[in-house]
Nanobody, 125 residues
Framework: QVELVESGGGLVQAGGSLRLSCAAS????????MGWFRQAPGKEREFAAA????????SYADSVKGRFTISRDKAKNTVYLQMNSLKPEDTAVYYC??????????????????WGQGTQVTVSS
């Protein structure tokens, strides 16, 4: 059974940093793209960042570009999201996702077959 488990969320003041982790089990995603999405209260889920099978291939939403960094450790089957200079508008549940069998990163949620349960990130002003 494939499972993605996020961790690292919490409460932080504006300007602070958090590092989210997503550990995968049940299959290896070392050759697959992975991504992070987020959903704020009352809003639709939106793309935040993605990384292709080649760790040099990344993409970001304009709203997080320059502040967030996605990375992965293939040996640990884990993907990370380093979030710096956090803003109150970054408050959301953050979801990890994996594209089983696809190497290219995508900003579209429908392109991802596997999803974690989410971790809450709250940024206070």
């Amino acid at each position: 059974q494939v499972e993605l488990v996020e961790s690292g969320g919490g409460l932080v003041q504006a300007g602070g940093s958090l590092r989210l982790s997503c550990a995968a089990s049940g299959r290896t995603f070392s050759n697959d793209a992975m991504g992070w999405f987020r959903q704020a209260p009352g809003k639709e889920r939106e793309f935040a960042a993605a990384i292709g099978w080649n760790t040099g291939s990344t993409s970001y939403a304009d709203s997080v570009k320059g502040r967030f960094t996605i990375s992965r450790d293939k040996a640990k089957n884990t993907v990370y999201l380093q979030m710096n200079s956090l803003k109150p508008e970054d408050t959301a549940v953050y979801y990890c996702a994996a594209r089983g069998g696809y190497r290219s990163a995508s900003a579209f949620s429908f392109a991802y077959q596997y999803w974690g349960q989410g971790t809450q990130v709250t940024v206070s002003s």
